[in-house]
Antibody, heavy 119, light 111 residues
Framework: EVQLEESGGGLGQPGGSLRLSCAASGTLFSNYGMTWVRQAPGKGLEWLSYIDSFGGTVYYADSVKGRFTISRDSAKKSLYLQMNSLRVEDTAVYHC????????????WGPGTLVTVSS | QSVLTQPPSVSGAPGQRVTISCTGSSSNIGAPYDVNWYQHLPGTAPKLLIYDNNYRPSGVPDRFSGSKSGTSASLAIAGLQAEDEADYYCQSYDNSLGGGVFGGGTKVTVL
């Protein structure tokens, strides 16, 4: 069983930056692709970003492309999301999830961390 | 506007069967890419219910089943229980976007 825990959320300023982390335990972290998904208040889930197990393939939704950067550190069993040029519409709960190799679904999820962007 | 289309809500009495539809296009479900389903209570971790169209992860009751045909998919919940009240999302891959896509979500209410 995989356990994931996100951290790094909080209040960010419009135009500012935040860095989210996702710590994994109980798994061979390096075997999994990883993804970030968010849910804005009153909205549905949005697939934001993906990184494969090697860190060589990444994907970004158009809504965050050029502003957010996904990365991973297999030695630390951690996933990151560097969020720059924050916008009010980035306010959401951010979840990380493991993605089995060659698949496009999240099979283990963290409870999420809340990011609020406001001046 | 979500890439995959779901009804906003469905409801049923305890013990009834409800279905949730998920309609996509030739660049996702019809490509054909597999469809996955999640159960989510806001503020908690989403839970994978169905993967690869019709497979259940260990621990998911067999009351939940998935199917896919053409550019659409559906999730069925048989023997509806009060604990099934939640939001349900379909998800697939879209080759024109190059990543995962979700439906807008369906709220299931147990009457």
């Amino acid at each position: 069983e995989v356990q994931l825990e996100e951290s790094g959320g909080g209040l960010g300023q419009p135009g500012g930056s935040l860095r989210l982390s996702c710590a994994a335990s109980g798994t061979l972290f390096s075997n999994y692709g990883m993804t970030w998904v968010r849910q804005a208040p009153g909205k549905g889930l949005e697939w934001l970003s993906y990184i494969d197990s090697f860190g060589g393939t990444v994907y970004y939704a158009d809504s965050v492309k050029g502003r957010f950067t996904i990365s991973r550190d297999s030695a630390k069993k951690s996933l990151y999301l560097q969020m720059n040029s924050l916008r009010v519409e980035d306010t959401a709960v951010y979840h990380c999830a493991t993605v089995p190799s060659g698949r496009y679904y999240g099979d283990n999820w963290g409870p999420g961390t809340l990011v609020t962007v406001s001046s | 506007q979500s890439v995959l289309t779901q009804p906003p809500s469905v409801s049923g009495a305890p013990g009834q069967r409800v279905t949730i539809s998920c309609t996509g296009s030739s660049s996702n479900i019809g490509a054909p890419y597999d469809v996955n389903w999640y159960q989510h209570l806001p503020g908690t971790a989403p839970k994978l219910l169905i993967y690869d169209n019709n497979y259940r992860p260990s621990g998911v009751p067999d009351r939940f089943s998935g199917s896919k045909s053409g550019t659409s998919a559906s999730l069925a919940i048989a023997g509806l229980q009060a604990e099934d009240e939640a939001d349900y999302y379909c998800q697939s891959y879209d080759n024109s976007l190059g990543g995962g896509v979700f439906g807008g979500g369906t709220k299931v209410t147990v009457l």
